[in-house]
């Protein structure tokens, strides 16, 4: 089976650092993505991992772990607009091709 | 501007009215999905097209279909909506399925069927 597992909210001060966790128990593995989503709007793309290790970018750091199943999404100096659904996908084979497997996403509220 | 757009935004329907949802991109991407996002279950494929009539199923297909006639288009059709379709929907495209490539979504119809 397919299974990615996120908490579903957070809570966190303005310029304040944050760490999303995302586990996941795949038939395959292809990378790693991050998009965040604001309510009512579509997700953007945040981050991509495929390798283990740290991408960094700007505010934005991704970390990959293969062996554990892990990743997880830093986000510093936290801004209001950063108050968002953080969403976890794994891209997967299926049937010669890929596709992706979301998870169900953490609400982030950043507080004043 | 590169963008994925989908019409109608919102949309009130009743059980058994067939709709159609549509979707564009102006990327000359190849791969286009639709998923469907629910409360606490996260986004779910409904079908996915590799390119022009290659279409297959997601994870969720039964009440939906698809059709590729076009490399832009990728409408949804409801044949027979139920009120457990009741939904927020995206589609998505991108060049491929490999490496740093990401979809790009469109903004989204709330749909609810009454």
């Known amino acids: 089976g397919q299974n990615i597992d996120q908490p579903t909210e957070m809570t966190a001060t303005e310029g304040a650092i944050v760490q999303i966790n995302c586990t996941y128990q795949t038939s395959g593995f292809n990378g790693l993505f991050w998009y965040q989503q604001h309510a009512g709007e579509a997700p953007t793309f945040l981050s991509y991992n495929v390798l283990d290790g740290l991408e960094e970018k700007g505010r934005f750091s991704s970390f990959l772990s293969r062996s554990k199943g892990y990743s997880y999404l830093l986000l510093k100096e936290l801004q209001m607009k950063d108050s968002a659904s953080y969403l976890c996908a794994v891209r997967v084979p299926s049937g010669g091709y890929n596709k992706l497997i979301f998870g169900a996403g953490t609400r982030l509220a950043v507080h004043p | 501007e590169a963008q994925v757009t989908q019409n109608p935004r919102y949309l009130i329907t009743v059980t058994g009215k067939k709709l159609t949802v549509t979707c564009s991109q102006n990327?000359?991407?190849?791969?286009m999905s639709w998923y469907r996002q629910d409360p606490g279950l996260g986004l779910r494929q409904i079908y996915y097209?590799?390119?022009?009539?290659v279409t297959d199923k997601g994870d969720v297909p039964e009440g939906y279909k698809v059709s590729r006639k076009e490399k832009r288009n990728f409408p949804l059709i409801l044949e027979s909506p139920s009120p457990n379709q009741t939904s927020l929907y995206f589609c998505a495209s991108s060049w491929g399925q490999g490496g740093r490539e990401t979809q790009y979504f469109g903004p989204g119809t709330r749909l609810l069927v009454l």
């Open positions: 990327m000359n991407h190849e791969y």
């Open positions: 097209s590799m390119n022009v009539e």
